[in-house]
């Protein structure tokens, strides 16, 4: 037992890691582990929601996801590293909060219209993604977990959660769960090298599973200022996705004199992305390390994640049962089991 309040907070398992998975959610998780009790899992069957068709890659992208967890700083020993699809109870209470979730609800949970209209090259219109978010729910739920580390997109989610928790507890008459608020932090923005957002599906990503030289080249393709075509044209840094990296990467003094030297075509762009290669390299230089390790020996990232798996079914048991006995559902294990 402990006093610490609980976080909870999933991945999909739906392709190898970039750089904007790191500094926008690993790493933030990395930063909670001492002050909360964390249960972090690969939702694999969240992946699919959205990839039903295309399940191939789904263990060679648990192991990516397991050998990142542990390159990033996750550490078994503080937090409960786990697969959804491991904890069945999961999907029991799913069906059961789906009992009494409203359609309604579900159709207007803006990312769910937003997926529907954007996503082209598949068939979403169907019953498991409208559903996903009671899923959610009953992921967050069943630990009753205190907190969800979320951005501003995924407020409307835990919002919905939030109201299945209280609907429940009105129906049944007892409180069996917490509701979860959403705990939200500042983490650094990390556009693709194109400038858009750094996604798999836009090609513009930079993955921690790159080679050293496929980074390199990556890196020195970062867009630049646009209006900056000659060296000898003053840049503005401003404008120039490749220092949104510096920005997060390189040191204050070093940004202050790119920004010099920019502004006054003292430097050209590809010593300018040379120096950021440096910086990346050196922020990465220890993930990667623990990469190379963790890489040869899946038993080993295999084993904490069966472990996890195992611990984090023992409260799912516990939360299930009550949630069961609170709908009057332990009837039939009590009268036949
Ligand atoms: S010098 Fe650096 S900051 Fe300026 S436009 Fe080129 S890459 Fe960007």
């Known amino acids: 037992m402990t006093d610490k309040k609980r976080v909870l907070s999933g991945m999909q398992t739906t392709g190898k890691l970039h750089l904007g998975n790191l500094l926008g959610a690993l790493n933030n998780w990395v930063s909670m582990q001492d002050e909360f009790e964390c249960y972090?899992?690969?939702a694999d069957w969240h992946t699919?929601?959205?990839?039903?068709?295309?399940t191939n890659d789904l263990a060679d992208n648990l192991a990516d996801l397991g050998v990142n967890w542990l390159s990033a700083g996750l550490d078994p020993g503080k937090s409960v590293l786990f697969v959804q699809s491991l904890v069945p109870e999961h999907a029991v209470l799913h069906l059961l909060l789906s009992m009494l979730t409203p359609i309604s609800w579900l159709e207007r949970v803006p990312s769910y219209k937003e997926k529907l209209q954007q996503v082209v090259n598949k068939d979403l219109s169907m019953y498991g993604f409208l559903g996903y978010p009671v899923l959610q729910a009953a992921d967050i739920v069943i630990y009753k977990a205190h907190f969800v580390p979320v951005g501003i997109d995924q407020l409307p989610h835990l919002e919905l959660t939030r109201e299945i928790v209280r609907r429940f507890h009105d129906t049944y008459k007892r409180k069996v769960f917490i509701e979860p608020e959403g705990k939200m932090s500042e983490v650094p923005k990390l556009p693709g090298v194109d400038g858009r957002k750094m996604s798999k599906s836009y090609g513009n990503?930079?993955?921690?599973?790159?080679?050293?030289?496929?980074?390199?080249?990556?890196?020195?393709?970062?867009?630049t200022d646009p209006a900056r075509v000659r060296k000898t044209d003053p840049g503005d840094p401003e404008k120039c996705v490749a220092y949104s990296f510096h920005k997060v990467f390189s040191p204050d003094d070093e940004n202050e004199l790119t920004i010099k030297e920019c502004k006054s075509a003292g430097r050209g762009c590809v010593d300018c992305k040379k120096f950021l290669s440096v910086n990346i390299?050196?922020?990465?230089?220890?993930?990667?390390?623990?990469?190379?390790?963790?890489?040869?020996?899946?038993?080993?990232?295999?084993?904490?994640?069966?472990?996890?798996?195992?611990?984090?079914?023992?409260?799912?048991?516990?939360?299930?049962?009550?949630?069961?006995?609170?709908?009057?559902?332990?009837?039939s294990k009590k009268l036949l089991g």
């Open 281 to 331: 390299f050196k922020y990465l230089e220890p993930i990667l390390e623990k990469r190379a390790y963790w890489e040869q020996r899946p038993k080993e990232v295999y084993d904490i994640l069966k472990a996890g798996s195992e611990k984090a079914r023992k409260v799912a048991k516990q939360t299930l049962a009550e949630a069961e006995d609170a709908i009057g559902f332990s009837y």
């Open 48 to 54: 699919l929601a959205t990839s039903y068709e295309d």
């Open 205 to 223: 990503a930079i993955y921690l599973s790159d080679s050293s030289k496929e980074m390199k080249t990556k890196i020195l393709n970062i867009v």
């Open 40 to 42: 972090y899992f690969a």
